[in-house]
């Protein structure tokens, strides 16, 4: 047991057991779907605003700088386009999912752990009530659905935010900046920013509801669970970001 | 609306006090602060993170240069690589990154134990000692974590600028040499100060806010307050760095 490769491998083993039972969860029933709905509304709410705050920031900072190094080659018309393909394809989706991982993942987590801690977990099993369906499994569908749709308005408000940046602020071409701006996009880097979150979407929830069930120790252990829900979410955002995006590149999409 | 009226109010009130909070936290900084809590905090908050640090900016960089390259690529700007990929990493991501890991793992970390400290009455406990909290749980974890970040902030623009030079070498087929020219023609002393100056910020900013919410947790919500503490410390250092980030950039830039 004292082993770290064999506690590795272990708990490799039983987070690809816990994947597979809650696909089965998923693909019969019951399913709670008044429940799953809540658990949505409440997460679109409370990850709307730092969401926002972490994109539309980020896009501003990449157009300031984003101006300074074109000027020196003389193309800043052509900033626009680089801004909107990194912010449709990667700064957007990577940021807001982050944000849900930091807002709802490690809520999520607390959440079950609080209730592991109290042993409603155990007395939702005794009324027979299968706590992965009820409580896991919300919060999963939950983040899968909504971390797209907080992609989508992230991007447009990082575009906003962008602009704001080149063209009132340091003085790019208003013309310029839109017709490069439609040039370059097309509506497949969409689909790829929310591909990519609902793919982060489902590891937030996953993850969440693991290291939320494997909650012990009292008040501490749910602090614990907060915390290893968020790092081990935005390790897995990182590494499968660097990844789609060689694949991506390899492609040549 | 009336939703949205209460949660003006509750953010404003939150607001005011993390003010008074940030003062007396400052504060109690003044005083030195006791060195072995000190020293464990800044061992705890910097070595802890190497590991963490190492693996997140090695592929931070790896997928900046990529992205860069294949951004750049579509107008035939691979020239510019280097510069992007240098000024933008060592000013902006690679600090900002460093500081939203810290926030998520130091951060939360102080959260949640100031949170449990305080759940079963152990800062009061400290209370009736004579012995001010604020001095000795919160004042030695701010210095350690203030001090810690720039530190790391600068292990981890080495990390990054050595993981976009493989990426760029390795994965992308470019020319080392002229990647290395350009990275020395853009990326000046001042950048690298630039960065590791905002990491002292960052950390001083995650760590206040992270002891402000641990502090501030309430008996009567038990391990529930616990979660919350940690969640809004994660949530809020993550903000607080990148909007703080953009306002220093404008600074700089404008």
């Known amino acids: ?253 | 609306m009336g939703e949205i009226r209460t949660w003006v109010v509750e953010s404003l009130a939150m607001v005011r006090d993390f003010a008074v909070f940030m003062r007396r936290a400052l504060r109690a900084q003044m005083r030195p602060p006791p060195f072995g809590e000190l020293v464990r905090h800044a061992s705890d908050a910097g070595v802890g993170s190497v590991l963490l640090v190492t693996v997140l900016i090695t592929f931070t960089g790896m997928g900046l240069t990529v992205q860069g390259y294949s951004a750049f690529a579509k107008f035939g700007g691979e020239d510019m690589l280097g510069a992007f990929v240098g000024i933008g990493g060592v000013r902006e991501l690679y600090p900002v990154m460093a500081g939203i890991i810290v926030g998520a793992r130091i951060g939360a970390n102080l959260a949640a134990n100031l949170a449990t400290m305080q759940i079963s009455e152990q800062v009061e406990a400290l209370e009736v000692m004579g012995v001010d909290p604020m001095h000795f749980l919160v004042a030695p974890r701010l210095w350690a974590v203030t001090l810690m970040v720039p530190v790391l902030c600068a292990y981890a623009i080495a990390i990054g600028l050595g993981a976009s030079y493989f990426a760029a070498v390795a994965q992308l087929d470019l020319n080392g040499g002229t990647f290395i020219d350009q990275l020395r023609a853009n990326v000046q002393w001042s950048d690298l100060a630039a960065g590791v100056l905002k990491g002292l910020v960052f950390g001083w900013l995650v760590a206040c806010i992270a002891c402000f919410h641990g502090y501030s947790a309430k008996k009567r919500d038990g391990a529930e307050g616990v979660g919350i503490a940690t969640n809004r410390s994660i949530v809020q250092a993550a903000v607080a760095c990148i909007v703080f980030n953009m306002i220093l950039s404008a600074i700089m830039y404008i």
């Open chain 1, 1 to 253: 047991m004292s082993n770290p490769l064999v506690r590795a491998i272990e708990t490799i083993g039983a987070v690809f057991r816990f994947t597979l039972q809650l696909g089965r969860c998923i693909l019969t029933g019951p399913r709670y779907f008044r429940e799953t709905i809540r658990v949505m509304e409440l997460l679109a709410r409370r990850c709307l605003v730092p969401v926002g705050l972490a994109v539309a920031p980020v896009a501003g900072v990449i157009a300031l700088q984003g101006v300074q190094a074109f000027r020196e080659y003389g193309v800043e018309g052509l900033l626009s386009s680089m801004l909107a393909t990194s912010i449709l394809r990667q700064y957007s989706p990577t940021l807001a999912s982050i944000m849900v991982a930091a807002q709802a993942g490690s809520s999520i987590a607390a959440r079950i752990g609080t209730m592991k801690v109290r042993g409603q977990i155990d007395a939702l099993a005794v009324m027979s009530v299968d706590p992965l369906r009820y409580v896991v499994v919300p919060g999963l569908i939950a983040c899968m659905v909504v971390t797209p749709l907080l992609n989508v308005i992230a991007t447009f408000l990082g575009i906003v935010s962008g602009w704001f940046f080149a063209v009132p602020v340091a003085g790019i071409n208003d013309g310029a900046f839109f017709d490069n701006l439609y040039s370059q996009v097309s509506p497949l880097d969409l689909w790829i920013g929310m591909g990519k979150c609902a793919f982060y979407g489902a590891g937030v929830g996953l993850i969440a509801g693991y290291v939320g069930m494997a909650t012990s120790g009292g008040a501490a252990g749910v602090g614990r669970a907060a915390n290893r829900t968020v790092v081990y979410t935005i390790i897995l955002i990182l590494v499968a970001d660097f990844v789609i995006g060689t694949l991506l590149l390899n492609q040549g999409l």
